[in-house]
């Protein structure tokens, strides 16, 4: 049976991402963001975003038809996010997926955006792993996932508790005068500055949260950001009250050593203890230097082999959606019809 050819379409939040895949063959991934109509707000603005996903969303279709050289008629299902993301962002790709898997008779499949992140790991490297472990990392999710069986069987190990590390970047990037969206900004400004020049707290990291490999705490492989994000507020405030300018360089650079140091370790402590061997590290924030090298750092010294898609692949996009898609329906998983709705907190 030749593979299937699946259309995935993605709009839980700014991006509006239409991608083709054949099996766990990439064909097409255009993706158009409403980024530069947040940046004025200093965020993503829910009604702007929802907006902008119905203006892109034919031309994002029509490039990525373009791109794979396929028609609509060709393509055998069609793949959309169905959660978790901003609820009217969500209803914009969802409606639109409905309708042509309507029009055209094709099989719909509603898939869970932080499952896509990690099934979009077969479009390069091919199938995955057996006993993966996934840390995904943006502005909106930070969770280590322990994934059986893509399709079925995903389990949550930890998470955030509060900001997202994306979100912290972003909401620090602000106190710090960087801009928006701040990831990138401190990314660049932290090369610059000394890492070790303030010990930033490690959130959730005390014994009591910790507990132990035998008895873990309540949040052992959880992580928290909101008070990382105070400390470096007061940290400012501090110097401002001094009448001195606040070292900006070496606080970004202490902030990420902060965020960077504390995702890992958890990250790989997870894996270690449940016997995880092998991890693919996902989202937005997959794109910061210091994540990718500590990552690759603390895995290689626990003996687990790490993959890390490409940058376009790890940021929100449909191939993503199209891939895991093409999973399911070669895995034999039934449609999910036409009347589902998204599921902004999908689990
Ligand atoms: O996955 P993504 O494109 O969208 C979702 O949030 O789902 O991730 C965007 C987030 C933003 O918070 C942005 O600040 C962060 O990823 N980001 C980075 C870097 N590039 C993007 N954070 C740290 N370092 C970077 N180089
Ligand atoms: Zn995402």
């Not at 409905?98 to 094709?106: E, H, Q, R, S, V």
């Not at 996009?317 to 891939?323: I, K, L, P």
Request: aromatic fraction near 4%; charge should be negative; charged fraction near 20%.
């Amino acid at each position: 049976r030749t593979e299937p050819l699946v259309l995935g379409i993605e709009s839980s939040c700014d991006e509006t991402g239409v991608g083709i895949v054949r099996g766990n063959t990439l064909l097409a991934n255009a993706v158009s963001s409403s980024m530069e109509e947040h940046v004025r707000f200093g965020g993503v603005i829910p009604e702007i975003a929802s907006r902008a996903h119905l203006d892109a969303f034919v031309p994002t279709l029509r490039q990525a038809l373009e791109e794979a050289g396929v028609t609509l008629d060709e393509v055998d299902a069609i793949a959309v996010t169905s959660g978790p993301g901003l609820a009217g962002a969500l209803m914009v790709g969802v409606c639109a997926a409905k309708a042509l898997a309507l029009a055209t008779g094709k099989p719909l499949y509603a898939i869970n955006h932080l499952v896509a992140h990690v099934g979009v790991g077969v479009l390069d490297g091919g199938e995955l792993p057996e006993n993966l472990g996934a840390l995904l990392v943006s502005g909106g999710h930070t969770e280590i996932l322990r994934v059986r069986t893509l399709t079925s069987d995903v389990e949550l190990l930890g998470s955030t508790i509060d900001d997202a590390a994306g979100e912290a970047y972003d909401k620090v990037a602000r106190i710090l005068g960087l801009g928006y969206p701040g990831g990138p900004a401190i990314d660049k400004l932290a090369r610059e500055g000394n890492p070790k020049a303030i010990r930033f707290p490690r959130g959730l990291t005390q014994p009591k949260y910790m507990g132990s490999a035998e008895v873990p705490g309540p949040h052992r492989y959880d992580w928290s950001f909101s008070g990382l994000k105070t400390a470096v507020a007061r940290c400012v405030e501090q110097y401002e009250a001094a009448g001195q300018e606040p070292p900006v360089a070496d606080i970004a650079a202490s902030f990420q050593e902060a965020v960077v140091d504390v995702i890992t370790a958890k990250a790989v402590l997870a894996c270690t203890e449940h016997g995880i061997t092998n991890l693919l590290l996902g989202g937005g924030v997959a794109a910061n230097s210091r994540l990718r090298e500590l990552t690759a750092e603390r895995c290689a010294a626990a003996g687990i082999s790490l993959r890390v898609p490409p940058i376009r692949l790890c940021t929100d996009n449909g191939a993503m959606v199209a891939a895991l898609g093409a999973q399911v329906v070669m895995a034999g998983g039934e449609p999910s019809g036409v009347a589902f709705t998204p599921d902004p907190s999908q689990p």
